[in-house]
């Protein structure tokens, strides 16, 4: 791909109307999933270096916001629909700017590492049948 093309699927990640409905996710799982993550985000959240790129301090807030939402809720079953669908929008938020970011990082390891690119691209988790071992 050419840094264009990897600048547009990143502005497609950020502005497609990606179908998120939080009454489908294991909102359990992805609660504690950020709990466990909480001391590494805080971290990055800490670093100067990241925060100079704007996208990706987003990405940070928008996470932090949904580990937020999720764990001021004692449960996370049978909820309103309107909070079903304001999980979903939080979700969504967090997940598109993911993407996004996830995108420039392939860009760059591609342009200056490619040793490293050419394992991401073998084990992106995107790919349910990623496979690190090389192939003809």
Same mark, same amino acid.
């Given at each position: 791909m050419?840094?264009?093309?990897?600048?547009?699927?990143?502005?497609?990640?950020?502005?497609?109307?990606?179908?998120i =409905?939080?009454?489908? @996710?294991?909102l359990?799982s992805?609660? &504690? /999933?950020?709990?466990? %993550?909480?001391q590494?985000? #805080?971290?990055l959240?800490?670093?100067?270096?990241?925060?100079?790129?704007d996208?990706?301090t =987003?990405?940070l807030? @928008?996470?932090?916001?949904?580990?937020? &939402? /999720?764990?001021?809720? %004692?449960?996370?079953?049978? #909820?309103?629909?309107?909070?079903y669908?304001?999980?979903?929008?939080?979700?969504?938020?967090?997940?598109?700017q993911?993407l996004?970011?996830?995108?420039?990082?392939?860009r760059?390891?591609?342009?200056d590492y490619p040793? #490293?690119?050419?394992l991401?691209?073998?084990?992106?988790?995107l790919?349910p049948?990623a496979?690190?071992?090389?192939r003809?």
């Amino acid at each position: 791909m050419t840094y264009q093309e990897f600048q547009a699927a990143a502005a497609f990640a950020k502005s497609t109307d990606l179908r998120i =409905d939080s009454r489908a @996710a294991d909102l359990n799982s992805l609660k &504690e /999933l950020l709990e466990t %993550k909480r001391q590494f985000l #805080l971290s990055l959240l800490a670093n100067p270096n990241l925060l100079e790129h704007d996208s990706f301090t =987003d990405l940070l807030w @928008a996470v932090f916001h949904l580990a937020e &939402e /999720l764990s001021a809720r %004692k449960s996370l079953e049978g #909820l309103p629909r309107v909070d079903y669908d304001h999980l979903s929008g939080d979700i969504k938020r967090a997940y598109s700017q993911l993407l996004a970011e996830w995108l420039f990082y392939m860009r760059h390891l591609k342009e200056d590492y490619p040793y #490293l690119f050419s394992l991401a691209v073998r084990t992106n988790p995107l790919d349910p049948h990623a496979d690190p071992v090389v192939r003809e």
